[in-house]
Antibody, heavy 120, light 108 residues
Framework: EVQLLESGGGLVQPGGSLRLSCAAS????????MSWVRQAPGKGLEWVST????????YYADSVKGRFTISRDNSKNTQYLQMNSLRAEDTAVYYC?????????????WGQGTLVTVSS | EIVMTQSPATLSVSPGERATLSCRAS??????LAWYQQKPGQAPRLLIY???TRVTGIPARFSGSGSGTEFTLTISSLQSEDFAVYYC??????????FGGGTKVEIK
C-alpha cells in the first residue's frame, strides 16, 4: 500500500525557515515524480514544486521560486521542501503528492498534509 | 499559465439526484485532465484521469467527459459520502500545474 507521511510543519515567524519531509513507503520512490501541493485555510489547491525521480530536474511555482528548494534522498525514500524567507501568505497545509513517471501524469496519491503557519 | 475555471462554485443537490460539474481550461489541455474529491480535513483523492478514466475502486456513478477546453464530471446518483469539494487539474502544459477553484457539492 502506498503511503506518504509528511512532517516538519509548525509555527514560524515571517522571514523564518522550515524544512518539510515526506517519507514514502509501498513503492520505489526513485521511479516516480514527487511534488508538493499546498492549501491555504479555506482555499483551493496550489501546486508548489515538483522533482523528477532521479532528482536532477526541479520545478517551482513563481510564488515560491528563489525561496523554496525541493530535494529527495532516494536511499531513504524521502523528499524534502526547504522553505526560506517565509511569508504570511505561505500559511497552508502542505501535501506531499506522488505522480506517475512521465510528463503527463496526475497526482495519484497524497499524504495527509502538514500545517505551516507563518505568523509573529 | 493555463487557468482552470470551475462552475458552479457551489452545487446543492438532493441525495439520489444527478450532479454535473464543469471545468474549463483557458487553452487546450487535450485529455490531460484529472478530477479530485476532497472531504473536510482530508487530503484530495484522485477520481478520474485522462479526462474520463476512473481510478480503480472509484464507483461507476462517477464519470468524466470532455477534451480540449471543456470538461464535465458527472455523479449519476449522489450518495451521502459524495458530498465534498471537487477540483479539476490540468497536467498537459506545465509548469505550472494548475487546479480549478473547486466546486462544493452540498446537500439540498
Amino acid at each position: 500500500e502506498v503511503q506518504l507521511l509528511e512532517s516538519g510543519g509548525g509555527l514560524v515567524q515571517p522571514g523564518g525557515s522550515l524544512r518539510l519531509s515526506c517519507a514514502a513507503s509501498g513503492f520505489t520512490s526513485s521511479s516516480y515524480v514527487m511534488s508538493w501541493v499546498r492549501q491555504a485555510p479555506g482555499k483551493g489547491l496550489e501546486w508548489v514544486s515538483t522533482i523528477s525521480g532521479s532528482g536532477d530536474r526541479t520545478y517551482y511555482a513563481d510564488s515560491v521560486k528563489g525561496r523554496f528548494t525541493i530535494s529527495r534522498d532516494n536511499s531513504k525514500n524521502t523528499q524534502y521542501l526547504q522553505m526560506n524567507s517565509l511569508r504570511a501568505e505561505d500559511t497552508a497545509v502542505y501535501y506531499c503528492a506522488k505522480r506517475w513517471p512521465g510528463y503527463y501524469s496526475p497526482f495519484d496519491h497524497w499524504g495527509q498534509g502538514t500545517l505551516v503557519t507563518v505568523s509573529s | 499559465e493555463i487557468v482552470m475555471t470551475q462552475s458552479p462554485a457551489t452545487l446543492s443537490v438532493s441525495p439520489g439526484e444527478r450532479a454535473t460539474l464543469s471545468c474549463r481550461a483557458s487553452q487546450s489541455v487535450s485529455s490531460n485532465l484529472a478530477w479530485y474529491q476532497q472531504k473536510p480535513g482530508q487530503a484530495p483523492r484522485l477520481l478520474i484521469y485522462g479526462a474520463s478514466t476512473r481510478v480503480t475502486g472509484i464507483p461507476a456513478r462517477f464519470s468524466g467527459s470532455g477534451s480540449g477546453t471543456e470538461f464535465t464530471l458527472t455523479i449519476s446518483s449522489l450518495q451521502s459520502e459524495d458530498f465534498a469539494v471537487y477540483y479539476c487539474q490540468q497536467y498537459n502544459n506545465w509548469p505550472p500545474l494548475t487546479f480549478g477553484g473547486g466546486t462544493k457539492v452540498e446537500i439540498k
